[in-house]
């Protein structure tokens, strides 16, 4: 699990950092990279959702069967 976690992140970084550059050359080279940097934005959206989910279920299964929310 925490080999899937780890390449998450880095995927997550990479797609950050491609995404950046599409939004930054599209409009410089005049290529429609709207599909593209949409396409990409629901990955990174799904991977956050996949990590937080993640550490939400740690954060509740380590502090046991107490419910209360402090």
């Known amino acids: 699990m925490e ?8 995927l997550l970084n990479a797609l950050t950092i491609i995404n950046a550059l599409l939004i930054g050359i599209a409009p410089i080279w005049d290529i429609p990279a709207d599909r593209i940097v949409q396409t990409i934005s629901v990955i990174m959206a799904v991977i956050s959702t996949y990590l937080l989910g993640n550490k939400a279920y740690k954060t509740i299964s380590e502090r046991g069967s107490n419910n209360e929310i402090q």
């Open 3 to 10: 080999k899937i976690k780890k390449y998450a992140k880095y």
